[in-house]
């Protein structure tokens, strides 16, 4: 069995605008860098997220609002969020690869997935696009892995730089999804405190700008992976962003790819334990390209070659 990536040409048609740092080129720079160093990977297309499975998570509003057609070069959802003519697309598609690789997992078509998309969606709540994020592909993928999958145990694990504040939203009354971030304090979207628990279910790391490797792994052993173990996920999800990267101009944490690829290995080893090994990853933030190339590499070898 193989490692399956999702994508779509559509992803790359979302048109942030000049100088905007969620731009496309960040989404060609991974593809480019997963076809050159890792060859054997099975790429598939993505396919567009049905209107039911968006509603599962999203209000009726946010999906008109992101799926009617404008003309318009580019419309300002809010100061950072924008949309282009063929952004809508992108996010169907975007969502889409999430719950197709849910399914391919869960069927047995692949041993784990790395969805590489955009628009990211960790930031989207269930009635508001924000933070670059238009519809939440890992919420879509939770709920359709619960819905379709009949799952009662669905772990989300994220360590984007920044809060997942549109997960938590999402499901911080479902326990059946167990939600855990690790985050730079005081960035946007300025949540995610420890003492944000959910229904016991939301599981929140934020760590101080500086942070570096020794202890961004300490506080994984520590305080998250226990946590993680405990609850034994059937399906582990993951939002993969790498903007806490030495390198990302968006933040300042000091990890290094290395760090990107043992915790990868860590996740892997506990859903070997408990989910049949199933993981799916989906592409989040990271805004340095040259960062971005390492890390997606390193996290989508370790989610390949799993030491277990
Ligand atoms: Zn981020």
Not at 115 to 125: E, F, L, Q, S
Request: a negative charge.
């Amino acid at each position: 069995m193989t490692t399956a990536v999702y994508t779509h040409a559509a992803c790359l048609g979302h048109d942030t605008g000049p100088g905007h740092p969620e731009s496309s080129q960040r989404l060609a720079a991974v593809i480019q860098a997963l076809r050159d160093d890792l060859p054997g990977l099975d790429w598939r297309e993505a396919p567009r997220a049905s209107r039911g499975q968006l509603l599962r998570v999203h209000d009726d509003e946010l999906l008109v609002a992101i799926l009617e057609q404008s003309t318009d070069a580019q419309v300002h959802l809010d100061p950072d969020t924008v949309m282009s003519p063929l952004s809508g697309e992108a996010a169907l598609r975007a969502a889409g690869a999430g719950v197709a690789a849910v399914d391919a997992v869960m069927h047995g078509d692949a041993a784990s997935a790395f969805c590489a998309v955009r628009p990211p969606g960790h930031h989207a709540t269930g009635g508001q696009a924000m933070g670059f994020c238009l519809f939440n592909n890992v919420a879509v993928a939770a709920a359709h892995a619960i819905e379709r999958h009949a799952l009662t145990r669905v772990a989300i694990v994220d360590f984007d730089v920044h809060h997942g504040n549109g997960t938590q939203a999402i499901f911080e009354a479902d326990a059946r999804v167990l939600y855990m971030s690790s985050h730079q304090l005081g960035l946007f979207p300025h949540s995610g405190g420890r003492r944000e628990r959910g229904a016991g279910n939301i599981i929140n790391l934020p760590l101080a700008p500086g942070t570096g490797s020794r202890m961004f792994q300490e506080a994984w052993v520590e305080r998250m992976l226990p946590e993680l173990e405990a609850f034994r996920p059937q399906l582990l999800l993951v939002s993969a962003g790498f903007d806490a990267h030495w390198r990302d101009p968006l933040a300042q944490m000091q990890l290094a790819a290395d760090d990107f690829a043992w915790l990868t290995g860590e996740l892997c080893a506990i859903a070997g334990q408990h989910a049949g090994g199933r993981v799916v990853s989906m592409l989040e933030g990271g805004y340095d390209l040259q960062a971005l190339r390492e890390c997606a590499v390193a996290h989508v070898r370790a989610l390949r070659d799993p030491a277990h």
